[in-house]
């Protein structure tokens, strides 16, 4: 079996890279030239960058087709916005502004004191004008701007305050829960609180000039100076939007520092003191290749019209990682050719043993990120389609523009020529090349000189590993990474939270946060909406039955039972026998509906037309909505509870709807979604493995590692304050890709090792590879390390995953894995026996004798 999978895939695909190294050694400036033409054709899509652009927050961070934007169709199919304004129902969050006061020190804020600074403020916003002022541009109800409830309380006179008795949540009707904040009342009566929310509601209708009195409204507060009893937060509704766009600005000046550390980390990985056989220039080159990858990939699908989303930006990073670390392959088996052949057979040898290689990790890493396209979220799809394609190009330009330059270079090497003068120099006769003499290589192999920190893994760290103590304390170790792992995936936190959209200290974030701190008691108003148009209203039997929905509403958890529901029916009913009407008669009910609804301002409430009720809507209040989780189960309780309605005696067919559930729209498919993408990509990967590695029981070991990767980096990402979300879920399945790169070859080197013990084959496999996974890390590492310092949660939550990732990868290469295989004798022992079945020099086996993980 192994030997017709390695004779069917491995030797056809071995031949071809062995003629195609061939042809690029015999023309290389061919293939160089070619290679620079296409980047720049291609490149030049990025003229369409800005207009491909989509930070549009809803479309890219919330699920695609999600119950909630189905539910808001309906909501505004049956109540399209009134021109009496009311925010309370509203299918959108709106056009607005706010100011959230707070004391300077955490004290009373019902002072005359701090009024005053309020209604100063306050003034100031009113009187701006833009070329025009809020009261020309405002929402109005009644003719009216929407005004605030506390500034209506005291008349906006703050010597009021003092002998007001205010009741809370509720005071004349009014719901104060959103707009004062940080109360602990002793009773229904308000004396202290911490905060005062205001809102400064504008008409929908005048898009551009709400803009302007919006960034207006933003100027004004960024200028304000610090008032004597307040502190002051403030936000817009365009305020996250504009954050997420200028957050993507802000990551650009750190692409010239990452490729410079690539290429600096290149180099000197590359670098001898032979002034002839060292690789300063292809280290260089390689680093080039991935860049021009990045512009040809992202400049064609520019061209084809995909959306290019803010999480794109970190993909340039992870592909500059991914393409240097082919990049070594690609010089550690050109290091393990005959230095006096002709360039051209060096070459072909080269791609004959890396090239197998090189499409084995490129074809895991391009589906695992294809399979990330079947993701909900639009910036995950943006993302894995613009990566896999660059990891496609990053392949195709390795194989030519960076196999010309290691050509090129070749006919250099083999002129004694020096590497920055490119003049002849005196060949070395032995290991000791300088910078009037070099070309040194091993006169018994004919091969260059192996690197030193090959004897460090021969010599000390293999037979280390293999010792009888170190073996129980790496099981110990495992044991206790797994247990934390696991432990730390139930402590995981779902949900992009809104405020990690906006960079570090923003005033975004400030005024999330006084939200969170003192406006969290009281969570959304939500919508109730009957869509029965059938539904028989004036009958007792039906309204019994809408009564024990409604209380099961009211019962839930997250509901505040002493706050009844907003209904335009319940009014109704009370309204009927006072003014003498039969209400459980339809025509009586029908005949004064409109003016019940006119009279008592529930006309925007219930879509009646034609002499039907076509629908109808009503409210329900939640509270203690402070955590995603909160979020999560309120979402959950109140879906279900909709669903148990619609199976009473008289269903109630109905929908439950708050513009906040677009976004908690995401606690209800990121874990299942992800889930789903790790299977279907472990599967691939398993299948990939078992077809191109001619060894089933390397096969398990990949998945196995995969499987352990994964748990590993999810479990701590809760550790280090890193949600499910959107964003760590693209990580995640990056997560297979380079769990298969590390674990594949490792577990394979073992297996096909011509060593006699479990032990010398363990000491056999980290020895040809342990330094090629240790600089494979480090350069992939090296790719993303400056997006630590990023000031956005994206970037940050981009470098935090990828270094788990490549850690845990790299841990299990060298660690982890080779003690685990030398418990397993029997299939090392049975392998032995069937050696005689595998070709001699497979493209897999050949690799193994490379110095490089990824030249399996």
């Not at 936000?235 to 957050?247: A, D, H, K, W």
């Not at 006084?514 to 919508?527: H, I, L, Q, R, T």
């Not at 874990?671 to 993408?677: D, F, G, H, L, M």
């Amino acid at each position: 079996m192994a030997k017709c999978k390695t004779d069917c895939i491995e030797r056809p695909l071995s031949l071809v890279f062995e003629k195609l190294g061939r042809v690029v050694g015999r023309y290389p400036c061919v293939f160089l030239i070619s290679a620079l033409c296409v980047t720049a054709a291609l490149g030049s899509g990025f003229i369409f960058l800005h207009e491909r652009k989509d930070n549009d927050i809803e479309d890219q961070f919330t699920p695609v087709n999600g119950p909630a934007k189905l539910e808001r169709a309906i909501v505004v199919k049956y109540f399209p916005q009134s021109e009496e304004f009311s925010q309370l129902r509203l299918a959108s969050e709106g056009t607005y502004a706010s100011l959230i006061f707070t004391g300077l020190h955490g004290e009373n804020i019902l002072t005359k004191a701090a009024l005053d600074d309020i209604i100063e403020l306050d003034r100031q916003v009113k009187n701006m004008t833009t070329g025009n002022t809020f009261k020309t541009l405002c929402a109005k109800t009644k003719g009216k701007c929407l005004s605030n409830a506390i500034l209506d309380i005291i008349n906006d006179n703050p010597t009021e305050i003092v002998s007001l008795k205010i009741k809370y949540p509720i005071n004349n009707n009014m719901f104060l829960g959103t707009t004062i904040g940080g109360v602990e009342p002793e009773s229904s009566v308000l004396t202290s609180a911490k905060a005062i929310r205001l809102f400064y509601f504008l008409d929908e209708k005048k898009t551009e000039e709400n803009r302007h009195w919006l960034d207006g409204f933003l100027k004004l507060l960024s200028n304000s100076t610090e008032k004597k009893t307040v502190h002051v937060s403030y936000y817009t509704s365009i305020s996250r939007q504009n954050e997420l766009e200028t957050n993507s600005d802000s990551v650009i000046p750190l692409f010239s520092l990452t490729y410079s550390l690539a290429i600096t980390i290149s180099i000197m990985s590359c670098l001898r003191l032979d002034c002839v056989r060292t690789k300063v220039w292809v280290a260089a080159f390689g680093v080039l290749s991935a860049g021009m990858a990045v512009l040809a990939s992202f400049g064609l699908l520019l061209f084809s019209g995909m959306p290019f989303s803010m999480t794109v930006a970190t993909a340039p990073f992870l592909i500059l990682g991914v393409g240097v670390d082919d990049m070594f392959i690609m010089i550690s088996c050109w290091q393990k050719t005959e230095v006096h052949k002709a360039v051209e057979v060096r070459l072909a040898e080269t791609y004959k043993e890396a090239g197998v290689s090189i499409t084995i990790t490129t074809l895991t890493d391009v589906l695992a990120f294809y399979i990330g396209l079947m993701t909900p979220f639009r910036s995950v799809q943006s993302f894995c389609m613009y990566t896999s394609t660059a990891l496609l190009f990053c392949y195709v330009f390795n194989i030519t523009f960076f196999g010309a330059c290691l050509a090129l270079n070749g006919r250099r090497e083999k002129g004694n020529r020096h590497w920055l003068t490119c003049m002849k120099v005196p060949e070395a006769t032995g290991d000791n090349g300088g910078c009037c003499v070099g070309g040194a290589y091993d006169k018994n192999t004919d091969k260059e000189f192996e690197m030193p920190i090959d004897s460090f893994f021969k010599n000390y760290y293999g037979p280390f590993l293999t010792r009888v103590w170190v073996k129980a304390l790496v099981c110990l170790i495992y044991a206790g990474y797994l247990a934390v792992s696991i432990y730390g995936c139930f402590q995981m936190q779902e949900g992009l939270d809104l405020k990690h959209l906006a960079a570090d200290g923003s005033y975004v974030g400030s005024y999330y946060d006084k939200e969170d701190e003192f406006f969290s008691a009281f969570g959304p108003n939500v919508m109730l909406v009957i869509k029965d148009e059938h539904f028989q209203y004036w009958n007792p039997t039906a309204r019994e039955s809408l009564d024990l929905c409604l209380e099961k509403f009211q019962n839930l958890t997250v509901a505040n039972s002493s706050i009844l529901p907003i209904s335009w029916l319940s009014e109704y009913m009370k309204f009927g026998p006072n003014a003498g009407l039969n209400l459980n008669n339809e025509t009586q009910f029908k005949s004064n509906l409109t003016a019940f609804l006119n009279l008592s301002g529930f006309s925007q409430d219930v879509n009646f037309t034609n002499n039907q009720i076509h629908a109808s809507r009503m409210f329900i209040q939640t509270v203690n909505i402070r955590t995603a989780i909160d979020e999560k189960n309120m979402l959950n309780a109140f879906r279900e509870t909709a669903e148990q309605c619609g199976k009473l005696q008289t269903p109630v067919d109905l929908i439950v709807y708050h513009p906040a559930f677009i976004y908690f729209d995401q606690y209800a498919v990121i874990v299942t979604n992800t889930i789903q993408n790790i299977v279907v990509a472990t599967c691939v990967m398993l299948v990939i493995s078992l077809l191109l590695i001619p060894n089933p029981l390397c096969s398990l070991w990949v998945t196995f590692a995969i499987a352990s990767v994964i748990v590993g980096v999810a479990g701590f990402m809760a550790f280090w304050d890193v949600s499910l979300d959107s964003v760590s879920m693209i990580n995640l399945v990056i997560c297979i890709g380079f769990s298969v790169d590390f674990s594949a070859h490792i577990s394979y080197a073992f297996v096909s090792s011509e060593k006699s013990s479990a032990n010398e084959k363990a000491v056999d496999a980290v020895t040809k590879l342990g330094y090629p996974i240790i600089q494979g890390a480090v350069s992939t590492i090296a790719g993303v390390v400056v997006l630590a310092a990023a000031k956005s949660y994206i970037f940050r939550t981009f470098f935090k995953i990828m270094f788990l990732v490549i850690l845990f990868g790299a841990v299990h290469g060298i660690v982890f894995i080779p003690v685990f295989l030398t418990f397993l004798r029997t299939f090392s022992n049975r392998h032995e026996r069937n050696k005689e079945n595998l070709p001699e020099r497979s493209g897999m086996i050949a690799f193994t004798e490379s110095a490089d993980p990824d030249c399996c």
